[in-house]
């Protein structure tokens, strides 16, 4: 194939849908493995091999594509937006080197391990809470309503020093910031969102301004105090980190303590080893992150006419890089449809993509759903999920995000 041609069969993919999208994932890597999909104007990429490959070649395959929106914007979405004066650019995913490796280098030294692993605590103390507090209520509970929602949230405000009661609004704007740039809204449907992207830019811009007045411990004090020693980043590029880890920081790790429960549930013997032995909990994260990836694909645009999988892609091209698709690849994972919490190469997954932007965050994330499960299984090791529990998964691009993980577990009767 050398220029673009219309795809005769779509192998049952559906972009946006989310609910079960690996059978189809699954005919691309056997049928198709590079497709030229026109509902979306992107290459469709399904086998690991030829998507670790593109992450890696970040010279042809560039990033800055990453946070386009996949619909155009509307025409009042348009105006809202240039009115509230939103000029928010990607924090670090979309942005190339030189410019990419400049900030990462700057926000990478503020996002010490020293930094979150002081949260530990403070993440022990919200997840104790929270489920005491779900299994003190009826049945069945929702342990994404009731746990998973709030943990990491919390948890990303602290770190930034973000306003704690404003977890409900940040949740609000990040889903706003999902919908506009993965969903596939209509004009009408992207008018709040666009209001809501203009809130959050603000907030993200006098969170910077407060910094210089207050110098807070905080990271965006760190980030505010490293450039009045010299490092080069604007306040601008501040914001915009701002605005990126108060979307990353959460929306993924809710979805990663949602999908842990509602994989470890459905495979009841695995929840049960866990239980009895948290040694194996870290195991099992990186097999939930390949099994069922908060993120299962990602963007990026060819620079140059290229070649993936022996396909001519041509320059300025779009890329759909699946990695729950690369996650599930045979030639990767042994028999990839099975649930293995030992898996020996689980943590080959690339859920966290690969190479120069590889995910920051990758170790505050797992750090987070580990104590979830510690807890969770030490507080309510018999829990289960909720008989004939149908779990709905929101349309997006990118983003598989359950939308509930309804449990039950046996009354408690006070001593
Ligand atoms: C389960 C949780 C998470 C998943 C699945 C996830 C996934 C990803 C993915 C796929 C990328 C793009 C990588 C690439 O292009 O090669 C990424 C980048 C990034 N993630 Fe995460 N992430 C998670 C949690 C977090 C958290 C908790 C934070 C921050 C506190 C974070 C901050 C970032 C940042 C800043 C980038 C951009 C890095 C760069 O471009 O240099 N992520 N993440």
Redesign the pocket.
Same mark, same amino acid.
């Given at each position: 194939m050398t220029t673009q041609q219309r795809c005769p069969v779509d192998h049952g993919y559906q972009p946006f849908d989310m609910t079960d999208p690996f059978p189809s994932y699954a005919a691309l890597r056997a049928e198709e493995p590079v497709m030229y999909d026109e509902r979306i104007d992107y290459w469709v990429v399904t086998r690991y091999d030829d998507i670790k490959q593109v992450?890696d070649d970040w010279e042809t395959f560039s990033?800055e594509n &990453?946070q386009a929106p996949v619909r155009e914007r509307g025409v009042q979405a348009k105006k809202i937006m240039e009115e509230g004066g939103f000029t928010a650019y *990607?924090?670090?995913?979309?942005?190339i080197p030189p410019d990419?490796t400049r900030?990462?280098a700057i926000?990478q030294r503020a996002?010490t391990p020293r930094r979150?692993k002081a949260l530990e605590p403070t993440i022990r103390e919200n997840v104790v809470r929270l489920t005491e507090a779900m299994i003190g209520g009826e049945q069945p509970g929702d342990a994404l309503a009731s746990i998973a929602y709030h943990v990491?949230t919390i948890?990303?405000l602290t =770190?930034i020093g973000a306003d704690l009661d404003m977890v409900d609004t940040y949740k609000r704007w990040s889903d706003s910031r999902a919908a506009m740039t993965w969903g596939d809204l209509t004009d009408e449907e992207q008018i709040p969102h666009a209001h809501n992207l203009v809130e959050y830019w603000q907030e993200c811009q006098r969170l910077v301004a407060e910094a210089h007045e207050t110098n807070p411990d905080s990271l965006v004090g760190d980030l505010v105090r490293a450039q009045s020693e010299g490092a080069e980043i604007t306040d601008h590029e501040i914001a915009s980190?701002c605005y *990126? #880890?108060l979307f990353?920081?959460?929306?993924?790790?809710t979805? =990663?303590i949602a999908n842990s429960l509602r994989v470890l549930l459905s495979h009841p013997e695995a929840w049960q080893a866990l239980a009895e032995d948290p040694s194996l909990i870290p195991g099992a994260i990186d097999e939930i #992150?390949r099994y069922s990836?908060?993120?299962v694909a990602?963007r990026?645009k060819a620079l140059v006419d290229a070649q993936i999988g022996g396909v001519d892609i041509p320059k300025g091209a779009n890329i759909l890089?699946v990695?729950g698709s690369a996650n599930r690849d045979e030639s990767r994972f042994e028999d990839p449809d099975s649930f293995q919490i030992s898996r020996p190469n689980a943590r080959e997954h #690339? &859920?966290? $993509?690969? $190479?120069?932007?590889?995910? #920051? $965050?990758?170790m =505050?994330?797992?750090l987070?759903?580990k104590v979830a499960l510690e807890e969770i299984g030490r507080i309510a090791p018999d829990l289960a999920l909720a008989p004939g529990a149908e779990i709905d998964f929101a349309d997006n691009l990118?983003f598989r995000v359950p939308l509930s993980v309804p449990v039950t577990w046996k009354e408690r009767v006070d001593a």
């Open positions: 992450f990033s &990453a *990607s924090g670090l995913s979309a942005r990419h900030i990462r926000v996002f979150y990491p948890t990303i =770190l980190v *990126s #880890l990353a920081g959460h929306e993924t790790t979805t =990663l #992150l990836p908060s993120i990602w990026r890089l990695m #690339l &859920a966290f $993509g690969y $190479g120069i932007h590889y995910c #920051l $965050g990758n =505050l994330a797992k987070q759903t990118s």
